[in-house]
């Protein structure tokens, strides 16, 4: 079933369950906050975001090509500044793809359906490789930057999947390909792999990730 809710693409890809921090100054996005802190229930307060394949987030011509596969999210926080602009912390709470996009009046819309999570069993062998893998990544990049997960990794596959796959430290078009895997247990063979990749090359050259960039907190919209 398609549904037809307000649009917020990023430079970057979210995940499910992650917290996402975000300052909004543009136009269009600064609309879009109003109208969502208008609404009187805090879980209905929902907007979308995609990944922007090429293009910006800023200015008039924007994003030329997006990813269609994306994040419901939730708004969560909302701190409104003198000059008009927010400082906001969003939820991910479930996969979509986008269908269409219009600009809207006041902010753009999209097309969306939903991207429902299988449940399916995953092997207790892949769910402590991918915890051992991400600790020794946690362990050797502690000694150059700070960590990039606190507390405890989640029980739950799917959850850790999604954790695993949003502080991993990779390019665009391998996390957009963590979104969009079929389930937990492809995602978790894939992140696992991939933190492996950065560990060698981290043992070869004690530097920060390439792609320590990825995840800035803030975006410029």
Partial sequence: MSDRIPMFPLNSVVFPGVTVPLRVFEDRYRALMHHLLRIEDPAERIFGSV???????????????????????QLTEAEAHPDGTFDIVAVGRDRIRLDKLDKGDLFPLGEVEE??????????ELLNRARATFTAYRMALSEISADPYRGA???????????????????????????E??????????????????????NVITSLPATEVARTRWSPN
């Fill in 153 to 179: 990794l989640p029980t739950d596959p799917t959850y850790l999947s999604w954790v695993l796959a949003a502080c991993a430290p990779l390019p665009m078009a391998e996390r957009q390909q963590l979104l």
């Fill in 51 to 73: 990944a922007i394949r090429e293009g910006y987030e800023v200015g008039d011509h924007g994003a030329q090509s997006l990813f269609r596969v994306g994040v419901r999210l």
């Fill in 115 to 124: 991207l429902p999570e299988p449940t399916v069993p995953v092997p207790d």
């Fill in 181 to 202: 895997a079929s389930d937990a247990e492809e995602r978790l063979v894939l992140v696992t792999e991939l933190l492996r990749t950065e560990l060698r090359a981290m």
